[in-house]
């Protein structure tokens, strides 16, 4: 059973292009959340999905930034026309549905640079 | 918004003494769980607290779930060099919505 996958683990965007992070739930998994972390930092909410919902999003920038968790295929978050300050560690996490599964399990990361 | 206070913020310690940390919150939460990230990587769930007043153990590690619903800790007994990296609390309301606190980094000396 894999876990969650997390790709590319490294992007390279030039400042104004566009970044598609993805996100593949571990298997049996309904639930996906995005998260934002700057080196030394802790981890910044960004949004919470379940398929083809987003439950809660109050952590995104309200501009350039679009996060989905299609019914086929995984959750993508998208950033558009990238900065500078757009550079961070993106980890997604997913869980199961019912009290007795809510514990998240993380995937690896993606390391967003803007140059 | 959900607001998760993680203390202390770093820790240096010997490696053989016992190390704690906690968690509190101006909100209740359903579920709390500590993670533990390594240089590079993402955090990996280290332990899950379901009910008020739970008392959970993985190893050398321990963790309880606060009476009040608002609060977590977690201990580590005896370190070792490996015990280095990122705590990281996490609060879990009825909606599945999670909240991180800011995180404990531990170095361990030899």
């Known amino acids: 059973n894999a876990g969650v996958m997390q790709n590319p683990r490294h992007l390279v965007r030039r400042r104004g292009q566009e970044a598609r992070l993805r996100c593949s739930p571990m298997k049996g998994h309904s639930h996906v959340y995005w998260y934002r972390q700057l080196p030394e930092e802790g981890l910044k909410f960004m949004v919470y999905l379940q398929k083809e919902n987003i439950i809660d999003e109050s952590g995104m920038p309200k501009e350039r930034f679009s996060a989905e968790f299609p019914k086929e295929g995984p959750s993508i978050l998208r950033i558009q026309q990238v900065v500078r300050g757009d550079s961070a560690a993106y980890f997604c996490?997913?869980?199961?549905?019912?009290?007795?599964?809510?514990?998240?399990?993380f995937g690896q990361g993606t390391r967003l640079t803007v140059v | 918004g959900q607001q998760l206070n993680q203390s202390p913020q770093s820790m240096f310690i010997q490696e053989g003494e016992d190390v704690s940390m906690n968690c509190t919150s101006s909100?209740?939460?359903?579920?709390w769980l500590w993670y533990k990230q390594d240089p590079g990587e993402g955090p990996v769930l280290l332990i899950a607290?379901?009910?008020?007043?739970e008392l959970t153990s993985n190893g050398r590690l321990t963790a309880q779930f606060g009476i009040t619903r608002k609060d977590s800790f977690l201990n580590i007994s005896a370190s070792i060099p490996s015990d280095v990296g990122i705590y990281f609390c996490a609060g879990q309301n009825n909606n599945n919505d999670m909240r991180f606190g800011a995180g404990t980094r531990l170095t361990v000396k030899p």
């Open positions: 909100s209740i939460f359903n579920t």
């Open positions: 996490a997913s869980s199961a549905r019912g009290p007795s599964y809510t514990e998240a399990f």
């Open positions: 607290l379901y009910k008020a007043g």
